[in-house]
């Protein structure tokens, strides 16, 4: 009679367990997001600030500034056709970035826009920050430019609402 009440409570211990594991799972199901699409629909991403007040929020996006990002372009991708480049965004609530950009060339000591050669559509988009805190764009100015001269560039992504740029230069040789 021990041994059947000893098995019964283990089965019950059992029961209870899976009970609070699947409880659990389906909260956590409830903070993600999930994003549709086209290639894959099994991407699932975790929206860390789904839990936040409204407050919150609102402090973060006052709190974050234009100094905490930085643009790169990715070594061995730099052509006279185009780049990728690398955002970096260390701020507590990170900006979202679209895909258009400034091109300039420097001459005679002052940075001039290059003229686009070529009409052209940009995609209405916000590129979100990966894990790393980064946005790899690939960018084909080719397609805007045509293929660039030799000499000295810097291209500009705009930050936030207020026409903000943070800038990298890099030669075309």
């Not at 940075?111 to 209405?124: G, L, P």
């Amino acid at each position: 009679m021990k041994k059947k009440y000893i098995i019964l409570m283990v089965i019950i211990l059992i029961i209870v367990t899976i009970f609070i594991i699947l409880i659990n799972y389906k909260d956590n199901k409830e903070n993600e997001v999930k994003v549709l699409n086209p290639i894959s629909n099994n991407v699932v991403i975790e929206d860390k600030y789904a839990n936040l007040t409204k407050e919150e929020i609102d402090k973060l996006v006052e709190n974050r500034s234009i100094n905490n990002v930085s643009i790169k372009i990715k070594e061995g991708t730099l052509s006279k056709a185009g780049a990728t480049l690398i955002i970096t965004d260390k701020n507590d609530f990170p900006y979202g970035y679209g895909e258009d950009y400034k091109l300039e060339r420097l001459e005679n000591g002052n940075w001039v826009s290059v003229k686009a050669t070529k009409s052209y559509n940009i995609d209405s988009i916000a590129h979100l920050v990966d894990e790393n805190n980064q946005v790899k764009l690939e960018l084909n100015w080719e397609e805007r430019y045509g293929n660039l001269k030799n000499g000295k560039y810097r291209i500009g992504i705009e930050v936030g609402e207020a026409n903000d740029f943070v800038y990298t230069e890099f030669e075309i040789k």
